[in-house]
């Protein structure tokens, strides 16, 4: 298992979900297993996290699946994305307190379109919630309007210029 580290892209990160420094975050480490070529992470929400009083707030668990997401794309793809499409299906409560874990992965995508999905369960191996997307590359216009000039080896996880065509 290899940690996915914002601190190596050389731009300034202050994600909500995984960056250890932004105080309100939620500083959730996701992990490459390289052995299964999936995204992992295990996620414990406190109470100020809840919708209902032992519940996740159903936003938060699907903030959490969407960042799974991203981090595939990033890990397996070599590529940055962001969800175009995403659709996700409760199952059960994310309860408040209790160890839950993340799993991510890609289907079939192109240069420009990735399809994502990403679960979480509980301790005991039930299904919570899944998540699947189209993500859309980033090119290095949308890139730039994001997290600022990507530059040397970092550009190759950018998709194809997009230039005059509605970029995303």
Not at 25 to 40: N, S, T
Not at 93 to 102: K, P, Q, T
Not at 104 to 112: D, I, K, N, V, W
């Amino acid at each position: 298992m290899h940690r996915l580290d914002n601190a190596a892209w050389g731009f300034d990160s202050r994600c909500f979900v995984c960056e250890p420094s932004n105080p309100r975050g939620l500083g959730l480490a996701y992990y490459h297993d390289v052995e299964a070529d999936l995204v992992r992470a295990e996620v414990s929400l406190g109470p100020e996290c809840s919708g209902a009083p032992r519940y996740v707030h159903g936003g938060l668990v699907y903030t959490v699946l969407d960042e799974a997401m991203a981090w595939a794309a990033i890990a397996l793809a070599r590529r940055f994305a962001l969800v175009g499409r995403s659709t996700v299906r409760f199952e059960a409560g994310v309860r408040v307190g209790e160890l839950h874990r993340v799993t991510a992965g890609l289907g079939e995508g192109s240069r420009r379109l990735l399809s994502g999905w990403a679960e979480i369960a509980d301790g005991d191996g039930r299904r919570c919630a899944r998540a699947e997307a189209k993500m859309v590359v980033l090119s290095a216009a949308t890139a730039t309007a994001a997290i600022g000039e990507v530059e040397g080896p970092d550009r190759r996880f950018l998709g194809p210029s997009t230039a005059g065509r509605g970029e995303r």
